[in-house]
Antibody, heavy 121, light 108 residues
Framework: QLQLQESGPGLVKPSETLSLTCTVS??????????WGWIRQPPGKGLEWIGS???????YYNPSLKSRVTISVDTSKNQFSLKLSSVTAADTAVYYCARLGIAIGLGVDVWGKGTTVTVSS | DIQLTQSPSFLSASVGDRVTITCRASQGISSYLAWYQQKPGKAPKLLIYAASTLQSGVPSRFSGSGSGTEFTLTISSLQPEDFATYYCQQLNSYPLFTFGPGTKVDIK
């Protein structure tokens, strides 16, 4: 069964870059049937999609975060990563990595457990 | 950008109740809508995709309907494990998408 695991620092200073990695196990990130994505949830608030990537490297970003977001994929390690630059307290959230079916309308069928990132000096 | 609204934002119900949550899109999205359940401290779980298709393993008391701009999630007989927050998600501009603000279902 496919599993996703987020990893990275739990504390990031304001103005610095948040970096997280998602490791895919039990399946291949190079599958042509899926996108891979990042979604976040600030404390007590709703879900916000950050961006998605295909194994080929094609990326799709939330327009509201696009100027600060980079998502990349490393097929040799079966991982994909998130970088969010110039963070502020508003970027404090639980960050989830996720798998999305390639066909439109399928949604997010596999989620990581989530990792909490706090932005504070 | 396509915006989603959900109503109600909060509802209080009893075990055995029939519960309906509505999600409205700011423009037509065909049937490109999914529903998720989230319990405190846990990742969301996909319940329904393509507006009305039940995800594998999800109990049949959950159902979805709608197309265009109005969608509903129905729980036919609320169970204790169903108390959670429910989110809709539009997938019309896939793989770009947005979530609704959520509906919290609490115990009466």
């Amino acid at each position: 069964q496919l599993q996703l695991q987020e990893s990275g620092p739990g504390l990031v200073k304001p103005s610095e870059t948040l970096s997280l990695t998602c490791t895919v196990s039990g399946g291949s990130i190079s599958s042509s049937s899926y996108y891979w994505g990042w979604i976040r949830q600030p404390p007590g608030k709703g879900l916000e999609w950050i961006g998605s990537i295909y194994y080929s490297g094609s990326t799709y970003y939330n327009p509201s975060l696009k100027s600060r977001v980079t998502i990349s994929v490393d097929t040799s390690k079966n991982q994909f990563s998130l970088k969010l630059s110039s963070v502020t307290a508003a970027d404090t959230a639980v960050y989830y990595c996720a798998r999305l079916g390639i066909a439109i309308g399928l949604g997010v069928d596999v989620w990581g457990k989530g990792t909490t990132v706090t932005v504070s000096s | 950008d396509i915006q989603l609204t959900q109503s109600p934002s909060f509802l209080s119900a009893s075990v055995g109740d029939r519960v309906t949550i509505t999600c409205r899109a700011s423009q037509g999205i065909s049937s490109y809508l999914a529903w998720y359940q989230q319990k405190p401290g846990k990742a969301p779980k996909l319940l329904i995709y393509a507006a009305s298709t039940l995800q594998s393993g999800v109990p049949s008391r959950f159902s979805g309907s709608g197309s265009g701009t109005e969608f509903t999630l129905t729980i036919s007989s609320l169970q204790p494990e169903d108390f959670a927050t429910y989110y809709c998600q539009q997938l019309n501009s896939y793989p770009l998408f947005t979530f609704g603000p959520g509906t919290k279902v609490d115990i009466k």
